[in-house]
């Protein structure tokens, strides 16, 4: 059957997590509907678990208590911080791709040699694909780990702060990428980020985690929701009208409304 | 002189001195990415616990230190699992199976000069039989290379990631510390317990030193290693000065020759 835009793909029921049986509860009463088109902004302050909680939904953590339901045989796809990858493997990106392919076991007899040179296209890094990943801008190499991730034609793209420590201008490029590739492959995304700037323009719904968490379809109200001012307070409005610049996305809706 | 291609015993030393160095290469390139140099080195200490039992309880030495080894690498495969740091697991494994040796040779007053061959090495001793020993040992291994190639890349490169695509990475690790401990002891007769991590660490350093990509530093990896045996075994034969030292210093040359030539990747040592 085919899953249509609004369908629920993932329920989190009920769900509570610990590292340690006898250590303290990194989340608890976890409870949402991840839907097929959603584009879900993930907040929440350092340490709050938002990602515990992804790694609850990519399966690679079992939570402790309630469950997590998977309406469809869906594919994920993963986009680290490129901290996370091992600097001492000289990869191009090219094979970087085609290896993240071969390699898996669920996903290789879906591809062709043609999906490689495509997903690079997607993320317009054609003209970089011999070179060296980790010879790239922070900004090139995080749409390279998205083109890698497209490769994969997955059904649900899970971002963990794909932006931190970018400039203004890798910034930009990264989000009218990401909104482009949203729009045009009709993907379904959960993006972990710090940049609250962002949410409003780009996100349907919002996960606010704190320990528990509060789901918003308006991401307007998550931001001025009573957790985050409580726990930014005045940094708050900072975040949200303060000195940087917004981005060229955040001015393209404004000057659509 | 001779030469010595026309003698048996360098005839047997070449033939193990070349399909260790194959081994040593490709193994060497992934200790060095996945940063197990000290594994490395704790796995050659703990199988002397193993062949000084052996030697001990009558069993034959070599078999009983691959059987040591082999289960070091289990256990620090599952240490690892459970949270705990790699060092620390090896640093208290280590000095517990060399523990263990040290009373087993204290026990055994028969054997001491057999357990001194397998601390120092002798490449030159290597006999027929042995070669026997390492040729089916050395095809399993290239089986598993050859099967398993690109998963090891990529795993070293993203685990995280293997992962989600369903790989058992875990047992993939565990798969590959087991072929290092078997590849280990293969080495043992050619360097001796002390010296045998440098084969298995310096090859691979200067190979990510001087290399651009995955494939050519793998490709050198292997140069260098053959290189260091070879060049070691004649060296040793014209000057009639032991094997193993001469392979360290030839390993250890072409180390500071790639860091010289290695342009910008010197800066991350």
Known sequence: MKVLPGDPLITLKNIDFSYDRKGPMILSNISAIIKKGDFIGVIGLNGSGKTTLLRIILRLLNPTVGEVIY??????????????????????????????????????????????????????MTVFKDHLFFELSGGQKQKILIARALAAKPHLLILDEPNAGFDEKARDSFY??????????????????????????????????????????????????????????????????????????????KEEK | MNSPLHYVFFQ????????????????????????????????????????????????????????????????????????????????????????????????????????FSFLFGDILSITGADITIYLPLFIVNMIFFFLFFNLLIYSAFDRTDMMLRGVKVKLLELTFNIFLAITVMLSLKLLGIILVSALFV????????LGRNYKSQIILSVVFSLIAIISGLFISFYLSVPTGPLIIIALVFIFVMSLIFGGNRLKSF
């Open chain 1, 176 to 253: 009218n990428t990401l909104e482009e590739l949203y729009s045009r492959y009709g993907l379904t995304i959960m993006m972990v980020t710090h940049d609250l700037s962002i949410i409003p323009s780009l996100s349907k719904t919002i996960f606010c985690v704190h320990g528990g968490m509060d789901v918003h379809d308006k991401p307007e109200e998550a931001l001025t929701c009573p957790m985050m001012q409580r726990h930014l307070g005045t940094h708050l409005e900072i975040l949200l009208h303060g000195s940087s610049t917004p981005h060229r996305v955040v001015r393209k809706h």
């Open chain 2, 202 to 209: 310096i090859p691979g350093a200067a190979a990510v030193a």
């Open chain 1, 71 to 124: 309406h469809e045989n869906i594919r994920m796809a993963y986009v680290p911080q490129e901290t996370s990858l091992n600097r001492e493997v000289s990869l191009s990106v090219e094979s970087l791709i085609r290896l993240s392919l071969t390699s898996g076991r669920v996903f290789s007899k879906l591809h062709s040699p043609d999906d490689i040179s495509q997903a690079i296209e997607a993320v317009g």
């Open chain 2, 12 to 115: 047997n030393a070449l033939i193990a001195g070349l399909l260790t160095s194959l081994l040593a290469g490709l193994f060497s390139y992934f200790i060095v990415v996945r940063k197990m140099s000290f594994f490395t080195l704790g796995i050659s200490h703990s199988a002397f616990g193993g062949i000084s039992l052996g030697l001990l309880l009558g069993f034959q030495p070599f078999w009983a230190g691959v059987i040591f080894a082999v289960l070091m690498a289990i256990l620090l495969s599952y240490l690892d699992r459970s949270g705990i740091d790699p060092d620390t697991a090896v640093g208290v494994l280590f000095p517990f199976a060399m523990a263990i040796g040290i009373i087993a040779i204290s026990l055994n007053d028969k054997s001491t000069i057999n357990v």
